[in-house]
Nanobody
Framework: QVQLVESGGGLVQAGGSLRLSCAVS????????MAWFRQAPGKERESVAA????????RYTDSVKGRFTISRDNAKNAVYLQMNSLKAEDTAVYYC??????????????WGQGTQVTVSS
């Protein structure tokens, strides 16, 4: 059974930081590209950041470049999203996802249940 479990969300003031974690089980984690997506109320889901299986390649949506950092620890089967300088517009449910290849869209094979991030202004 494949499981992706996000944690680390919460309420933070604008300008603050949060670190999201995603614990993965049931797949050979080190073979998968990983990504973080988010969905705000009334908006479509968007890709936030992605990382290749060996961390050689990372991608970010323009709105988070310079503020968010994606990383992974293949020994711990975990992927992280460090979010700094948070803005109200970062408020959303954040999801982690896994795919065998680093894809540009949302065609990921496995998804977590999400963790809420709320940034107060």
């Amino acid at each position: 059974q494949v499981q992706l479990v996000e944690s680390g969300g919460g309420l933070v003031q604008a300008g603050g930081s949060l670190r999201l974690s995603c614990a993965v089980s049931g797949i050979t984690f080190s073979s998968y590209a990983m990504a973080w997506f988010r969905q705000a109320p009334g908006k479509e889901r968007e890709s936030v950041a992605a990382i290749s299986w060996n961390s050689d390649t990372t991608r970010y949506t323009d709105s988070v470049k310079g503020r968010f950092t994606i990383s992974r620890d293949n020994a711990k089967n975990a992927v992280y999203l460090q979010m700094n300088s948070l803005k109200a517009e970062d408020t959303a449910v954040y999801y982690c996802a896994a795919a065998l290849v680093l894809v540009a869209g949302d065609e990921y094979d496995y998804w977590g249940q999400g963790t809420q991030v709320t940034v107060s202004s």
